[in-house]
């Protein structure tokens, strides 16, 4: 598994980045357990905002792919205070403004919040991504991931930078 992270990392060109992108939030799915793993049928991959290049991205790679034998269900929100119970939710760099509404909609669950921002992790994101000299990474803010009652692999702590 790290190894197709490390893979994935280096891309040429923006048009790959959510293609790369939504690999890792599905390896993201394989490497974190959630507490009594919410107790829902279906898995919710949340993405603030709608037709986000990311969404397409991931409805088609996810296909028939499962998260522990759920199904995997993908939900546009319209923005930060829409969003309802998701496993994780991916906020887009073009949509970080409504970030903190999405943390306080979500302050109460054990959701995997998920961002991009090329500076500072933000606050309330257990990962975020970022590029830096042309290969895309992770940050993890582990103690953020634990205080929201979520398993991290040791996999995936050591590929975060």
Request: aromatic share 8%; charged share 20%.
């Amino acid at each position: 598994m790290l190894l197709m992270f490390v893979a994935l990392a280096t891309f040429k060109g923006s048009a790959q980045i959510e293609k790369h992108q939504a690999t890792f939030i599905y390896n993201f799915t394989r490497l974190v357990q959630w507490p009594e793993f919410y107790k829902e049928p279906v898995f919710i991959l949340g993405v603030i905002g709608s037709n986000e290049a990311i969404t397409k991205e991931l409805k088609s790679s996810m296909g028939d792919r499962t998260v522990a034998g759920k199904e995997i269900e993908i939900v546009e929100f319209a923005s930060g205070a829409d969003v309802k119970k998701c496993h994780l939710l991916f906020v887009p760099e073009s949509k970080s403004g409504q970030l903190n509404r999405a943390v306080a909609a979500l302050s109460n669950q054990p959701a995997l919040i998920v961002t991009e921002n090329q500076g500072r992790q933000p606050t309330g994101s257990v990962i975020n991504f970022s590029i830096e000299d042309g290969k895309l990474g992770i940050r993890l803010d582990q103690e953020l991931a634990e205080a929201k009652k979520l398993l991290v692999s040791r996999q995936l702590v050591n590929f975060s930078r």
